[in-house]
């Protein structure tokens, strides 16, 4: 059995195409409780990172991707989550200071 795994795991293509499965697979419908959920879906990102840097996805794109995956009992939460974040970075002008953009690091 452990020759199997080794030389027929996903790989490459394999594994990615794995990964953006189980990523999109992945909702709180799918999950136990709220925590079960985050736990599983925070992970993807890593994954998606560890198999190759180019992959990975901008913070605020999986904060969208989190958010919508809640259950409609959450909408309230996502839209004032929308409401009071930046969700982009806005450019320095000539009347305000630049201001990145959202993640979840920078509200917890």
């Known amino acids: 059995m452990d020759a199997m795994v080794v030389h027929f795991r996903p790989r490459g293509s ?31 990102p890593n994954e998606m990172l560890a198999l190759r ?24 939460s996502k839209t004032t989550f929308n409401q009071t974040h930046n969700m982009l970075p806005i450019a320095v002008t000539a009347l305000s200071a630049a201001m990145a953009a959202v993640t979840f690091d920078l509200t917890t």
């Open 53 to 76: 840097f180019s992959l990975g996805q901008s913070k605020s794109y999986q904060a969208q991707l989190f958010l919508n995956r809640l259950r409609l009992a959450y909408y309230i």
């Open 14 to 44: 394999g594994l990615y195409t794995e990964l953006c499965r189980r990523l999109y697979g992945c909702s709180l419908a799918a999950c136990e409780s709220v925590a079960d959920y985050t736990r599983k879906f925070w992970k993807f």
